[in-house]
């Protein structure tokens, strides 16, 4: 509520003009909710007829806003799902005037949440190399994991199916989604972009491709990768507008789509946010939301809310991640460290190592750093060995001009590769000390590029070296691709079952889909006294065989080739 000081000044909420006065830079947000539909309704007729004025004598969709008789505040939106209108005011005495006004129950102020994380750098993670450079055609680990492909097989791939991801907006020409895309809309006023919900952070394109990547184009396969593709921007650089998400989960009522995914949060809820939440569930809207990057035992918002569905992510060995909240609040969990999926064109990183050992150039599995330089083009040259990279590893070699061939162990790989550095190496290449491959930190940003390889690869090149010259091309290069971890990506591996649920039985409900997508999930190992697991890993396949019960109508039984 907002605090009333001093002798207010009563404004009649009633109108009966429009008024064209441009939007305020300084002016402040907020929804107001009123005691009677018809009251609503009124503002809605007049911001209808506003618009249709507007659009027939200026072509264009320009926002005024229906002012308040008296001030300036105006009605700038009306959101009907939830039956709240979005007011404007320059002067916070108005809305103090208009909260106290018996027509209206309650008025709450615009506050924004932080823009949701990628946790690129929380620690060391085992990856497959293929799916950082994306030259493989295998699934990234998680849809895998969640059994998506045998769903497939079970069923059909989500093609019924439409879902929504509100969140930093989405790349629609991405060449993992363009299919896929349906339509989009901007709620953060956001502007210079290619196109208004266009998604200049990285992280909505990123949760859109696990959800529903065609694997058509790229070979990128979402969990759901029939389902259609809507977006809604509700986050940009300052941040995630109450008022925004509000806005989107509006639009998506409205749209009537099966599955929103939100891969967004903060500590605190609201009232009016809660409204929005319980009109979803009312509408069958099911919302699948991320559980939260804190590593404590509290459950964010909007995932905390009783009629959201909360995801906690996983390692790739299914152990709790250790930044993924929990509480009584977690539904289930899935697969949110090191997942590999789209992001805005170019805006990736992929690395390349290609090696020379005296027989021709050979490319080998490589992943690139956090912290290492994006480059153009490849970085060539002479490997020479310098042990784990200590300063007196250095002493009696000359990597000036080369590059550094690294052992990893004891200090962290930033060490190593800034002590390369420091004596003139023009790339740095650290091998395992265990089989495979891992990205790692360098805890800063170098100019150089720093990959990881194998340690039989990075062994043999140490062999090799001693007795030839052994050369390499590297480099981490611009890509469509890249791979992050949070809650967040967990979150979208959910509603892509879900997606598929409602695509092969469209008449579950969004109840009985969160309660068959527990019913159906894989028990972990591990300590879940908390709520530290949910209902355990999300399993697809189990879930979509139990989404066709005896007696399922023609349609979902073709749908699913019975």
């Not at 027989?359 to 153009?376: H, N």
């Not at 491959?437 to 170098?446: A, D, H, I, K, Y």
């Amino acid at each position: 509520m907002i605090k009333k000081t001093g002798k207010l000044r009563i404004i009649s909420l009633i109108t009966a003009t429009a008024a064209l006065l441009p939007w305020t830079a300084n002016a402040e947000r907020y929804l107001v909710e009123f005691s009677s539909s018809q009251t609503f309704q009124s503002y809605n007729q007049q911001l209808s007829t506003q618009d249709e004025l507007l659009n027939q004598f200026f072509n264009s969709p320009v926002q005024q806003g229906v002012q308040f008789m008296n001030s300036d505040a105006k009605v700038m939106d009306a959101l009907d799902a939830v039956e709240l209108v979005v007011v404007e005011a320059n002067d916070e005495l108005n809305i103090e005037a208009i909260e106290s006004h018996p027509s209206v129950v309650k008025v709450e102020k615009e506050f924004f949440i932080p823009l949701p994380d990628n946790i690129k750098s929380f620690g060391e993670f085992h990856v497959n190399a293929n799916f950082l450079n994306f030259k493989s055609s295998s699934n990234p680990w998680g849809i895998d994991a969640v059994k998506a492909p045998e769903a497939w097989e079970a069923g059909d791939k989500g093609g019924n199916a439409r879902v929504m991801v509100l969140d930093t907006g989405v790349d629609k020409d991405h060449p993992a989604l363009a299919s896929r895309f349906e339509k989009g809309r901007d709620f953060s006023n956001s502007s210079g972009l290619p196109y208004p919900f266009f998604d200049d952070q990285g992280h909505g394109t990123h949760v859109a491709g696990t959800v529903l990547a065609d694997g058509v184009t790229t070979g990128l396969y979402g969990v759901a990768p029939e389902a259609k593709l809507l977006a809604g921007k509700v986050c940009a650089a300052r941040g995630c507008s109450s008022i925004a998400i509000i806005s989107g989960v509006n639009w998506a009522v409205e749209e009537g789509v099966d599955v929103v995914n939100m891969s967004l949060g903060g500590p605190f809820g609201s009232d009016f946010a809660r409204k929005a939440y319980v009109a979803a569930e009312e509408a069958d809207v099911l919302i699948v939301a991320a559980s939260g990057n804190g590593g404590n035992s509290r459950v964010g918002f909007p995932a905390a809310y009783e009629t959201t569905f909360a995801v906690g992510a996983l390692n790739p060995d299914l152990t709790k991640a250790e930044f993924s909240q929990w509480g009584p609040e977690l539904d289930i969990v899935a697969p949110g460290v090191d997942v590999l999926s789209s992001v805005p064109q170019g805006t990736g990183a992929a690395s390349t190592v290609l090696i020379d050992l005296g027989e021709g150039e050979v490319e080998v599995e490589s992943a690139g750093m956090d912290g290492s330089a994006i480059t153009d083009e490849l970085v060539g040259g002479e490997i020479v060995y310098a042990g784990l990279g200590k300063p007196e590893d250095f002493t009696d070699i000359d990597v000036n001009g080369k590059v550094a061939l690294i052992q990893r162990g004891e200090i962290a790989f930033g060490d190593k590769a800034r002590e390369a550095v420091s004596n003139g190496a023009k790339a740095v290449i650290i091998f395992n000390n265990e089989p495979g491959v891992m990205r790692g930190t360098l805890q800063g940003q170098l100019d150089v590029p720093v990959v990881m390889i194998d340690q039989e690869v990075g062994q043999n090149m140490v062999e090799k070296s001693a007795g030839i010259v052994v050369s390499a091309s590297l480099g981490v290069l611009p890509s469509d691709y890249s791979s992050f971890q949070g809650t967040s990506m967990a979150s979208p591996h959910v509603a892509g079952v879900a997606a598929l649920v409602r695509s092969i039985n469209p008449e579950l409900t969004s109840a009985e889909v969160k309660d068959l997508l527990r019913t159906t999930a894989i028990q972990l190992e591990g300590d879940n006294s908390q709520n530290q697991l949910g209902a355990g890993l999300i399993d697809a396949k189990a879930a979509v065989e139990a989404a066709l019960p005896a007696g399922c109508n023609d349609h979902v039984a073709a749908a699913a080739g019975f």
